[in-house]
């Protein structure tokens, strides 16, 4: 468990990442892990000094099994809401399938991860649907909702403009030491993919959790930066628009 700022705590699990956020009106948990990963989840919500029913909401950035995967088992244990984006609620609830990725292009290594695919992730009600703006001061005041589209149709992202930080879910990765766009094999729309990264360059940001590698804590802005600048090269002709 990593305290990234006063109210946010990192937990990895397995190779996802999920957060405990501690605001005024109780304790969230933004992300819920692969298949299988409640138990861990709940170690941890413990470790940090709470009784398992004290968690109130679990949000969840978009709907990936690495990223909901234990999301049925962790809400019928604490009782919390569920609260997505009203798009991926459609395939957290079971009502739709995400977008197919097309694969044209693929690498060896896209066309190995595409073949291991997701898992099958059971259904979960989504008690509140979130828009593409909106604020969210239950879970912390000043938390906002931002919705980061490409990597799925309702991604979202929590950003606390005091901080300067932004939870991002699969926006970016930071794998390796090295902060790239998703995955191309779960990534079915590219361009609103570079679009949403755009997006996320102009929030100014000091720290970036991402789904997946370590929060990046310092000069965040820097580092964005510079991958939509290598992604606006000309061997990247899909990026639409550059950052201001
Ligand atoms: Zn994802
Ligand atoms: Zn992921």
Excluded at 42 to 70: E, F, M, P, W
Excluded at 115 to 138: F, M, Y
């Amino acid at each position: 468990m990593n305290r990234i700022s006063k109210y946010i705590t990192q937990i990895t699990v397995g190779i996802s990442n999920c957060y405990l956020v501690e605001g005024n009106d109780g304790l969230s948990l933004i992300d819920a892990g692969g298949p299988n990963n409640a138990e861990r989840i709940v170690k941890c919500i413990n470790q940090a000094g709470y009784d398992l029913h004290s968690l109130k909401r679990i949000l969840i950035t978009h709907a990936h099994s690495d990223h909901y995967g234990s999301l049925t088992e962790l809400q019928q244990r604490t009782g919390a809401e569920v609260w997505a984006h009203e798009l991926d609620a459609l395939v957290i609830e079971g009502h739709q399938v995400q977008d197919s990725v097309s694969q044209e292009g693929f690498n060896v290594i896209d066309r190995f991860l595409f073949n291991i695919g997701a898992s099958d992730v059971p259904s979960c009600t989504v008690h509140r649907k979130l828009k593409s703006v909106e604020a969210i001061p239950e879970v912390l005041e000043g938390l906002e909702v931002v919705h980061l589209p490409g990597h799925t149709v309702g991604q979202i992202g929590f950003w606390l403009p005091r901080e300067s930080l932004l939870i991002g879910g699969d926006v970016m990765m930071n794998i390796m030491g090295r902060l790239t766009q998703p995955f191309k094999a779960f990534t079915p729309n590219p361009v609103e993919s570079r679009k949403s990264i755009v997006k996320a360059s102009k929030l100014q940001l000091e720290t970036l959790a991402l789904g997946h590698g370590p929060v990046i804590e310092k000069h965040a802005d820097r580092r964005i930066a510079k991958l939509v600048t290598k992604l606006n090269s000309p061997t990247n002709p899909t990026l639409l628009e550059t950052p201001s």
